[in-house]
């Protein structure tokens, strides 16, 4: 039984870039597929939107996602650093999508390394941009001085670390749940296969998926909130 | 060539691979932005303002009744000030009037009562003249039968008593005509 990732082509850049074609990629683009079909159909329907009447169906949803999010973001990032909501909200809705697609046999996104880290990555700029943006002079004190300066090299390993941590956290878990559901496919019974997987499936693909894009949302915007100071 | 890679490397491909990686999150997180949160947002702004709208609707006309009450409320004060005044006046005027009235009908009154009384003593002189002049006339008359004829004791009595029924006669005609 083999986990690795499978490469599908290579595309050569240059002599010594290589950019290789795995199925990591095609399954993002499959998630980008499905993403943008969704988001083609609420651009759609939301024409017929009217404000003045009571929502309901796809708008319902929709406006109690959009909304119940952006008070999240505000209530741990403040107000200040609101335009980032987009971005995070995007974030979290790319992760759901990702972790749960293998549900339906597709090897997730996050179950790569290679995946995870530019996300988090992302959110470190993000945070890094937050902070340097709403109180340069406190936050970048806060890294170099505090509590005295020649704490300035932990304090650099430990904001260095955040993208890392959060990195591996998804990705740890995402693929471990990949790596127990094969196993169980591999070992169980043809009969039992219809049948245990199922829950296990709800449990590594759905609850997990569900609860470590939450996570590393909020770790994302909790980082916002700390470094812009709100 | 190899058509697999490990689940884990820190080598060149991993990195080089995270850029198409961030590119597609990238892309997709426009997409989101534009396609689905933008739109979402955009209803949910316009809901907020139209509640808004009709709340600062609702505080205008809840300022504006409030103006309306406290404006009516001091005209009825107004109003009701010059209704005690308005009694007020009437009251003045109807006490004024009242001993006018009373005044003028304790004055017409004592007149009433002085041409009465004038009216009384007058005719009570004329009564005393009319008996006086009855009683000359009588005795004038008495003394003429008396000298033209002799009489005797009976007729000098009964000429006295005929003298004396006219005299009496001629004062109760002048009693009642006073009382009446």
Do not use: C
Request: proline share 3%; no cysteine.
């Amino acid at each position: 039984m083999d986990f690795a990732i499978q490469i599908f082509a290579r595309l050569h850049i240059t002599d010594n870039i290589t950019i290789l074609i795995t199925d990591t990629q095609v399954s993002t683009w499959i998630v980008m597929a499905l993403l943008l079909i969704f988001a083609i159909i609420v651009r759609i329907s939301s024409r017929n939107w009217d404000a003045s009447k009571r929502p309901s169906g796809l708008q319902n949803v929709m406006e109690m996602a959009v909304d119940a999010f952006e008070k999240l973001f505000r209530g741990n990032a403040g107000d200040k650093m609101a335009f980032l909501t987009p971005w995070f909200f995007s974030l979290f809705t790319f992760l759901i999508f990702s972790n749960i697609i293998g549900i339906v046999g597709i090897r997730p996104p996050t179950a790569d390394w290679g995946m995870t880290f530019p996300l988090a990555f992302s959110s470190f700029l993000m945070f890094n941009y937050a902070g340097l943006k709403s109180r340069p002079k406190a936050y970048l004190k806060g890294i170099f001085l505090e509590p005295v300066f020649i704490f300035a090299p932990i304090n650099l390993m430990g904001e260095i670390a955040k993208p890392i941590a959060m990195s591996f956290r998804l990705f740890g878990n995402v693929l471990g749940g990949m790596i127990l559901l094969s196993l169980i496919y591999g070992i169980a019974p043809l009969a039992l296969q219809f049948v245990l997987p199922a829950f296990l499936h709800m449990y590594f693909d759905l609850a997990a998926g569900l609860l470590q894009a939450f996570i590393f949302t909020m770790l994302s915007i909790a980082f916002v909130g700390l470094a812009s100071g709100d | 060539m190899e058509w697999y890679r490990s689940l884990f490397a820190l080598d060149a491909d991993t990195f080089i691979g995270m850029i198409p990686n961030l590119f597609s999150f990238i892309v997709v997180a426009g997409f989101l932005t534009y396609l689905l949160y933008n739109p979402v947002r955009r209803v949910l702004k316009a809901r907020a303002d139209r509640i808004e709208g009709d709340l600062s609707s609702a505080e205008d006309s809840k300022l504006s009744a409030a103006q309306l009450k406290a404006k009516y409320e001091q005209k009825v004060s107004e109003i009701e000030q010059e209704r005690v005044s308005i009694l007020d006046e009437a009251r003045k005027q109807a006490g004024e009037r009242r001993t006018q009235i009373l005044d003028e009908a304790k004055s017409e009154a004592q007149d009433v009562k002085e041409r009465a009384a004038r009216d009384i003593a007058t005719e009570r002189e004329q009564i005393k003249s009319a008996v006086v002049e009855a009683i000359v006339d009588i005795s004038t008359d008495m003394a003429a039968r008396l000298i033209s004829t002799s009489i005797d004791k009976n007729a000098h009595d009964k000429l006295f008593a005929e003298a004396m029924e006219e005299l009496e006669a001629t004062t109760a005609f002048r009693a009642d005509t006073v009382t009446a």
